[in-house]
C-alpha cells in the first residue's frame, strides 16, 4: 500500500490543523492505521493509532488535544489536532500495520508515508 500524507503546515499555538494520509494500491480497510511524529535531533514517536474493533490510542501528551478518525469509502486516515503547542511541531508520518497490536511500536507498521511537516509558532 501506498501512503500519501498531507495538510500539514505553519500554526499559531492554540491553533487547530488537520493532516490527511492518503492510501492506494491495497484494500485499505484491510489495515490499522497510525500516526508517528519525529522532531529535530528526536526519534519518531508515537502518536495515536487504530487498534482492534477500532479501538484508538494515544501518546499521553496529546489525548484531549488530538483525534485519529478514518474514511474507508475515500482510503483516508485524519488526525485532527487542536490546542496545538510549540511542542507539537514535528514531521508527522502515517503509517499502515496488518497486526491489531503493537499499535504504539514503529517496527509493527509495514508501510509508512513520506510525512507533513507540522510547525506550530508560540
Known amino acids: 500500500v501506498q501512503l500519501q500524507a498531507s495538510g500539514g503546515g505553519l500554526v499559531q499555538a492554540g491553533g487547530s490543523l488537520r493532516v490527511s494520509c492518503a492510501a492506494s494500491?491495497?484494500?485499505?480497510?484491510?489495515?490499522?492505521m497510525g500516526w508517528f511524529r519525529q522532531a529535530p535531533g528526536n526519534e519518531r514517536e508515537f502518536v495515536a493509532a487504530f487498534s482492534w474493533h477500532s479501538t484508538t490510542y494515544y501518546t499521553d501528551s496529546v489525548k484531549g488535544r488530538f483525534t485519529i478518525s478514518r474514511d474507508n469509502a475515500k482510503n483516508t486516515v485524519y488526525l485532527q489536532m487542536n490546542s496545538l503547542k510549540p511542542e507539537d511541531t514535528a514531521v508527522y508520518y502515517c503509517a499502515a500495520r496488518s497486526s491489531g497490536t503493537a499499535w504504539q511500536h514503529s517496527q509493527a507498521y509495514d508501510y509508512w508515508g513520506q510525512g507533513t511537516q507540522v510547525t506550530v509558532s508560540s
Open positions: 494500491g491495497s484494500t485499505f480497510s484491510n489495515y490499522y
